[in-house]
């Protein structure tokens, strides 16, 4: 009886004890999702309705949800910001803490990057497992900082890893900013993902860099080179950052070259005002969704007569490397929603940029590195192949393709 009393005693305090670990986890959940409302509503607070009216502004709270922990589950809610001009842009506030689907807890190897780079420090990281995971999870600094090495270290090791016999069809490049607290300049770090003969996508580099300079590109190139990687891609996808194309085209001169249509189209509608952006940003869509060149060239002229008189700047901006901004034209179409942008980069630093943005920042650059380095990692085991990863081959080797399709087809 003295047996069983105590195993009722245990369960009740466990019990007890999860009770005040889930009411600790939700209340930091909540609050930081209401904390991530007013700072997007703060930073579109100027944003206006054709009638004057504020266009942000808070609307409640979506449904309840639960979400589980190794503890048992939490019952959260999002709230909800209203836009009063919908459909105006793609200006719309989405939770990055709780996305629509999350339903489970992230792993304790996703969580700890994620939670230094949102700012909290190695000394409150026991206190906040302790209520997002349960009472039972604790991890004390010297336990922490042990991590933090170990993860760094994993960053160097995969930095100084063997590229010979790697070859990529596509290049995703982009710069990603970051403030790093102890750091007196902010930070550009240079990202580079592949895509492998199989069609997967991979990491290649991640590097620091003085801004996004042509320096820094050829800095990166050669390390790559020093490593054994042999052969450029294919196609480079990036931003119209000169740093990198005029890298490129010095160290991996076979390479053709594609504009990001993200970039592009928001670099022309901030040239245009917000009363027209809907339908500029239609046009602008006909273009790089035409069936082929020609459609989109014809797509091109018309934006350009409907609003080169009014906005010039505008139309310069979308007419600036016109061609590199068609290359993918030239390769198959099942790989064209793949190549159009650097939504490959862009999808997986939100995120980050997010977490970094408005905080104090994450440390110094190593750790901001090594900490990126680890979300990324975890964001990888998720990547999907490449549409008509088949074709692949016959790129690589060279065959034609005109408006996606083989030109020398059987």
Not at 51 to 71: A, C, D
Not at 204 to 215: H, N, P, T
Not at 288 to 311: G, H, I, P, R
Request: net charge positive; with cysteine.
């Amino acid at each position: 009886m003295e047996n069983i009393a105590k195993v009722k005693d245990s369960s009740q305090a466990k019990s007890a004890l999860w009770e005040l670990a889930q009411k600790g986890a939700k209340e930091m959940i909540q609050a930081a999702l209401i904390l991530e409302q007013e700072e997007f509503l703060q930073e579109f607070q100027k944003r206006v309705t054709d009638e004057g009216l504020k266009r942000f502004v808070k609307n409640g709270f979506n449904p309840g949800r639960e979400i589980l922990m190794p503890g048992g589950k939490v019952p959260v809610k999002a709230p909800r910001v209203r836009d009063r001009q919908s459909g105006s842009d793609d200006i719309r506030f989405e939770s990055r803490i709780l996305p629509k689907y999350l339903r489970k807890s992230k792993e304790l190897d996703e969580l700890i990057p994620f939670l230094y780079l949102k700012g909290v420090s190695t000394n409150d990281f026991s206190d906040v497992l302790s209520n997002l995971l349960g009472s039972e999870t604790t991890l004390s600094t010297a336990s922490v900082v042990g991590l933090k090495k170990i993860w760094h270290e994993e960053f160097q090791s995969w930095s100084q890893r063997d590229l010979a016999g790697k070859q990529y069809i596509y290049w995703w490049a982009d710069g990603v900013y970051f403030k790093p607290r102890l750091e007196a300049e902010k930070t550009c770090v240079l990202v580079l993902i592949g895509a492998t003969q199989s069609g997967e996508k991979e990491l290649i580099a991640m590097q620091g860099g003085y801004r996004e300079s042509e320096l820094s590109w050829r800095e990166l190139f050669l390390d790559l080179k020093n490593r054994g990687l042999e052969s450029g891609p294919k196609l480079a996808i990036g931003d119209g950052a000169l740093g990198f194309w005029k890298a490129i085209a010095t160290d991996f001169p076979e390479a053709s070259s594609q504009r990001c249509w993200i970039h592009k189209t928001a670099n022309v509608l901030d040239k245009m005002p917000e009363s027209i952006r809907m339908p500029a940003k239609s046009k602008i869509h006909e273009i790089y969704m035409a069936e082929t060149k020609e459609n989109a060239l014809k797509a091109f002229d018309t934006f350009v007569s409907l609003y080169e008189a009014k906005y010039p700047k505008a139309v310069s901006c979308l007419i600036k490397d016109k061609l590199e901004t068609l290359a993918f034209y030239d390769f198959p179409a099942e790989h064209w929603q793949h190549i159009r942008s650097t939504n490959p980069i862009e999808s997986i630093f939100a995120t980050i940029r997010l977490r970094t943005y408005k905080t104090k920042g994450s440390g110094k650059l190593k750790d901001t590195l090594s900490m990126a380095f680890k979300l990324v990692e975890a964001a990888s085991k998720r990547w999907r192949k490449l549409r008509g990863f088949k074709k692949i081959p016959l790129v690589m080797t060279g065959r034609k393709f005109i408006n996606g399709e083989l030109a020398d087809a059987a």
